[in-house]
């Protein structure tokens, strides 16, 4: 099982949650899912990335929770999610479908956000019968469908063979991280994060990242290294907006202009200035507006009893 990481002080330290079970995936994976928020509020469900966990969240959440019941997962062999043999986008899309199955009642629907491989899980979902049953609106955030290792720009190299086939190697290291050091957060910095990130934000990204089993994070390069959800993005037909940093070096802002241009059913682009891939962190006011947006748009506002 994953090692628990994230920091335990300020906005990025997870808040507790108002209760926790266990999701049984299709092929028997165990996923740890955690509930904030009222039970009767609108539904909110977050699917974080790579190397990342539901601590990813934690300003989402917090600020989420005041209004909407907020729902979080860690993906398998992530956070306290233990590791399942099954390494693939399919593995992705059944785990999502039996968190929504497990977490929402009978009938009701939910705005779903991913982050990274979240949202690759969400384009992987999209053409399940339960993904369009309950899912009212959708957010990808500093993800991409495809040519993951061709576009990163992590290696400071000219595109090419060359520049695809080193960064593939350093994405999917058998190397361990280690300990978090000033020096494995500079390194951290600059491939995921703005130059303009705050130290506080390199920390939470980091605690949250180094936690990551070295196991975990290289099976699920590999499974990055060869994705293709083209034809999947095409399957995404619930009102889905976009998000992505312009400084972003591991799926860059080409990403999110090409899923918002293909997207059946777009309903914005967001271009940060100035952030890189941890947008969660890195802008989260930004980003939690916009998951507030969507679920005002396209959830039914909770009907409150008048006071005799």
């Known amino acids: 099982m994953s090692r628990i990481g994230h920091v335990t002080s300020g906005p990025y330290a997870p808040p507790v949650a108002r209760r926790e079970f266990v999701a049984v995936s299709a092929d028997g994976a165990q996923l740890h899912v955690e509930v904030h928020g009222d039970e009767g509020a609108p539904a909110v469900v977050l699917a974080h990335g790579w190397t990342c966990s539901t601590a990813f969240w934690a300003a989402q959440i917090r600020e989420l929770a005041k209004d909407h019941r907020v729902i979080a997962y860690d993906q398998r062999g992530h956070g306290r999610s233990p590791a399942a043999w099954e390494h693939s986008t399919t593995a992705l899309a059944d785990d999502l479908v039996a968190v929504l199955a497990a977490a929402l009642a009978p009938g009701e629907r939910a705005v779903v956000a991913g982050h ?10 999209a053409a399940r019968p339960e993904f369009a ?32 086939r080193i960064t593939g190697a350093v994405l999917g290291s058998r190397a361990p991280l280690g300990p ?16 303009g990130s705050a130290p506080d934000k390199v920390e939470a990204c980091a605690r949250i990242v180094h936690a990551c089993p070295t196991a975990v994070r290289r099976a699920w390069s590999q499974v990055l290294a060869g994705l293709d959800l083209d034809a999947d993005v ?19 802002v080409v990403h999110a202009r090409g899923l918002a ?31 507030r947006e969507l679920a005002s748009l396209y959830l039914p506002a909770v009907k409150k009893e008048k006071t005799p």
């Not at 990274?116 to 979902?125: N, R």
């Not at 059913?265 to 271009?271: D, I, K, P, R, Y």
């Open 133 to 164: 049953e309950r899912v009212a609106a959708a957010l990808l955030c500093s993800t991409g469908s495809a040519r993951l290792v061709a576009e990163a720009r992590v290696l400071p190299l000219r595109a090419g063979r060359a520049r695809t």
């Open 234 to 252: 095409a399957r995404l037909t619930v009102p889905t907006a976009v998000i992505g940093g312009k400084d972003d070096r591991l799926t860059p």
């Open 180 to 195: 978090v050091t000033p020096v494995a957060k500079k390194v951290l910095k600059y491939a995921t994060m703005g130059a």
């Open 261 to 291: 241009a293909a997207l059946p059913n777009c309903v914005g682009l967001t271009e940060l200035t100035g952030m890189g891939h941890m947008t969660p962190i890195e802008a989260p006011e930004a980003v939690t507006d916009a998951v």
């Open 116 to 125: 990274s491989m979240g949202g690759m899980t969400v384009m992987a979902a």
